[in-house]
């Protein structure tokens, strides 16, 4: 499709959002962007836009602007069955997502990574391995970086490497990658996919249109994502932490090996990889997997596994105050991946939690305190559910606050030397903050204001 001319109407301007808008008229494009927020409520971006030429409409969903152009991009923040989109697919109007559209203009082939938990880990992990072998690799995605933003600087000869959610799946139409993957599946963002099924589906349209040249890894340990094998026309390969595999990642004698069809590799000892928790030694297995049929050597990928020290907001370290160590895990959006952060911890933990409610249970999540979490703070939409189901479990070391500075304050003056103090929220940022990043901003800030106040 040619831009050069057309009217598309951008929907949604977030990060991804403004992104696709200067991608459109750097193509020749005429662009209406549309937010639900008013020009108060959105930030310096809109005046940016307004240079560009871009008309503005502001403050009210798009219905009146459908039947009026040729295209619409929406964010992944507009569900897929918004009364405007459906208007518009009754009128003909085709409707994508960002990452529809970054695929169309991308000539790279894609490494696509998708999951509830570990995305970001291990598309970072991968694209490291990747650059360690020489490839031009580019990472993308949900991650942070629109791969709208990149798409057109890439060439047949680099690698895009995209982190992918369940909420741009909705409205892919053509998207291909060379690599597909699903790390592993668990209840999250039911309030927008109502249930399981329609969750797991929105999952597996990442390899939808993969090709029996193409490449589909599993987590055979996850059995939503492992019951998606069937599924796939491509070429499927599967990774393990717990049992020896015929094909593709696991763990034998305490030695990461592949094989993805030349014979059995040995990698590097489980105890060489740099990231701890078995969360990382599962996202490990699958970028070493998928890093091996992208062409990187198994020396590259063990380099890579021994040094790379991790993303900011998973399980991140940032400081210790008299004898109490604090992690950021704002990028803890959901009760698994919570649970994955506390079974990291060594030592007591105090742990603060809360935030927007997706519609999950936290049943499974206070279980997972065990001997490890000794006290929880809550704050934001979800504190009184927290509150509830600790005291329904038997828990009744919850303490609220109404804010992360006062959350890291209270959980430090419960805390004792050789304790840690963890940030894993189990929900999403979105009732308090922009962001899962700017939740974590603001806690190593407070943290490093604690210490300004103690030390």
């Known amino acids: 499709m040619t831009y050069q001319g057309k009217t598309v109407l951008v929907v949604g301007l977030a990060r991804s959002g403004i992104a696709v808008v200067k991608a459109l008229k750097g193509l020749g494009a005429k662009v209406i962007a549309n937010d639900i927020k008013t020009r108060q409520q959105l930030d310096s971006s809109i005046s940016e836009l307004e240079q560009l030429g871009v008309e503005l409409y502001l403050g009210d969903t798009p219905d009146a602007l459908v039947d009026k152009v040729d295209l619409m991009v929406i964010s992944p923040s507009v569900p897929i069955d918004s009364p405007f989109v459906q208007k518009a697919q009754r009128l003909g109007c085709e409707v994508i997502s960002e990452l529809e559209l970054a695929y169309r203009l991308c000539s790279a082939p894609i490494v ?37 933003s990149k798409a057109l600087e890439m060439d047949d000869g680099d690698i895009a490497v995209v982190e992918v959610s ?35 589906a929105a999952k597996a349209r990442i390899f939808e249109n993969c090709t029996p040249g193409d490449w589909v890894v599993l987590n055979a340990d996850n059995e939503a994502a492992a019951g998606l094998a069937g599924k796939a026309r491509a070429q499927v390969l599967f990774f393990s932490r717990l049992k020896p595999l015929s094909k593709g990642a696991w763990v034998e004698d305490g030695t990461v090996v592949l094989d993805i069809g030349h014979g059995k590799e040995a990698i590097c000892g489980v105890d060489d990889i740099f990231i701890p928790g078995e969360h990382n030694l599962e996202n490990a297995l699958a970028a070493s997997l998928m890093a091996r049929i992208m062409g990187a050597t198994p020396e590259d990928i063990a380099i890579t596994l021994k040094t790379f020290k991790g993303v900011e907001h998973r399980i991140e370290y940032v400081d210790t105050i ?85 959350g890291v304050r209270k959980a430090f003056s419960l805390a004792s030397p050789g ?32 210490k300004g106040e103690v030390e």
């Open 112 to 148: 696509a990574i998708t999951g509830t938990n570990g995305k970001t880990t291990t598309v970072t992990l991968t694209g490291e391995i990747l650059k360690k072998a020489g490839f031009n690799a580019y990472v993308v995605g949900n991650i942070g970086v629109p791969f709208v």
């Open 166 to 200: 369940s909420f741009q799946l909705e409205a892919i139409r053509d998207f291909h990658p060379r690599v597909a993957a699903i790390l592993n599946i668990t209840p999250d963002h039911l309030n927008r996919h109502k249930t399981m099924e329609n969750y797991i």
């Open 322 to 406: 008299g004898g109490v160590k604090f992690y950021n895990d704002s990028k803890g959006t959901n009760p698994d991946a919570s649970i994955k952060a506390i079974r990291a911890m060594k030592g007591p933990t105090v742990l603060i939690a809360g935030g927007m409610d997706k519609g999950s249970s936290f049943d499974e999540f206070i279980d997972a305190f065990g001997n490890t979490v000794t006290h929880m703070v809550v704050l934001g939409e979800t504190a009184d559910k927290l509150i509830k189901t600790a005291k329904e479990k038997g828990f009744d070391r919850v303490y609220r606050v109404s804010s992360i500075e006062e």
């Open 419 to 450: 304790y840690n103090v963890l940030l894993s929220p189990a929900c999403a940022s979105w009732d308090m903050f922009k962001d899962y990043e700017e939740r974590g901003r603001v806690f190593k800030s407070a943290v490093k204001a604690l």
